[in-house]
């Protein structure tokens, strides 16, 4: 009688085929559901203020030191008209608020005063544009991934519901939309809070700025 000897060899680590187990982030995202288009919604809103404030901050933040020189000189020289072109080259609210000085030089100290803190209020007032907005979003946003966490504990429940036991596989969808919303909402409510700061930080250099070159500027009418 023959035997057959049958050797078997047992799979190695090279042998057993990978199995691709990674997420990608679009794919992560998506599985925090309906909750997530909001949350997509407002963080699109924070970073195109944000952007769109520093540029503007940016062009509005230049030392008035800059042209002031030049509506001294000009003033000693008793030539208005080319203290009002050295000031109207540049789109400050600095420069508005003494362009506007300039132009009422001849009136009533008290008058010129009066008139350039109005302009100087309107001109900081609009550095303030759609900041609330931004304050609106970091207020939101973590709001609404905790209303996606609330959606995912509901779903759980209603998945071990159906099945009448509970298992990974059932919670696992639940908490997927728990955990991404919960941090893409978190994290949109930091940037927007993050960006409110810093934008009033140089909204409040802009201000001290433009109430420095008024200072100046009254004094250098008062001296001539």
């Known amino acids: 009688m023959t035997f057959l ?28 559901g309906w ?6 919604l407002l963080s699109i809103v ?10 503007a901050l940016s062009r509005a933040s230049m030392k008035s030191a800059v042209f002031l020189d030049q509506v001294r000189s000009s003033i000693q020289k008793g030539d208005l008209n080319a203290a009002q072109i050295a000031v109207s080259k540049f ?18 100290i008290k008058e010129i005063e009066s008139a350039m803190e ?11 544009k759609n900041m609330s907005l931004l304050s609106i979003v970091a207020a939101i946003a973590p709001m609404l991934g905790f209303v996606g966490t609330i959606s995912g504990v509901i779903k759980i429940f209603y998945n071990i519901s159906l099945a009448d036991n509970i298992s990974i596989g059932l919670i696992a969808g639940g908490l997927y939309e728990k955990m991404v919303t919960s941090a893409t909402g978190l994290i949109v409510g930091i940037i927007a809070h993050a960006g409110y700061q810093l934008l009033n930080m140089k909204i409040e250099s802009i201000t001290l700025e433009t109430e420095k070159a008024g200072v100046e500027f009254m004094d250098i009418i008062t001296e001539n």
């Open 5 to 32: 000897q049958i050797t078997t060899v047992a799979p190695t680590v090279a042998d057993v085929p990978e199995t691709d187990t990674s997420i990608s982030l679009l794919d992560l995202l998506l599985k925090g």
């Open 118 to 128: 109005n302009t100087g209020h309107v001109e900081l007032m609009k550095l303030e």
């Open 35 to 40: 909750v997530m288009l909001p949350v997509l």
């Open 46 to 55: 924070a970073v195109f203020v944000i952007i769109e404030r520093l540029i």
């Open 91 to 108: 789109d400050t609210p600095a420069a508005t608020m003494v362009l506007k000085g300039i132009k009422r030089i001849g009136s009533p």
